[in-house]
């Protein structure tokens, strides 16, 4: 059973980059059958798809985020890394990690999500 674990600071600070990691325990990460996701939810509204790494390492991104937004992955640790630069308050979210099955297009497993909040 694989389980995802995000992790970083809860307090960013505007215009600073918000960085999480999410740690994969229970599976490879190097297998084609999945990819890897950021996704987020600000407060009272609802999910949002940030960007995926694929076992390929290609990323794709929110278009309206991809100025912003680099997905990275370190298989050596089984870890996949999020980094949203020049953060403003409403970037403030619980942001999760997840798996998805390309095959069935499913995002199968999800981290617990770890709340970050953009405040000076």
């Known amino acids: 059973q694989v389980q995802l674990q995000e992790s970083g600071p809860g307090l960013v600070k505007p215009s600073q980059t918000l960085s999480l990691t999410c740690t994969v325990s229970g599976g490879s990460m190097t297998t084609s059958y999945y990819a890897w996701s950021w996704i987020r939810q600000p407060p009272g509204k609802g999910l949002e798809w940030m960007g995926v790494?694929?076992?390929?390492?290609?990323?794709y991104y929110r278009p309206s985020l991809k100025s912003r937004t680099s997905i990275s992955r370190d298989t050596s640790r089984n870890q996949f890394s999020l980094q949203l630069s020049s953060v403003t308050p409403e970037d403030t979210a619980v942001y999760y990690c997840a798996r998805e099955d390309i095959l069935g297009r499913v995002l199968d497993s999800w981290g617990q999500g770890t709340q970050v909040t953009v405040s000076s």
């Open positions: 790494i694929c076992s390929d390492d290609n990323t």
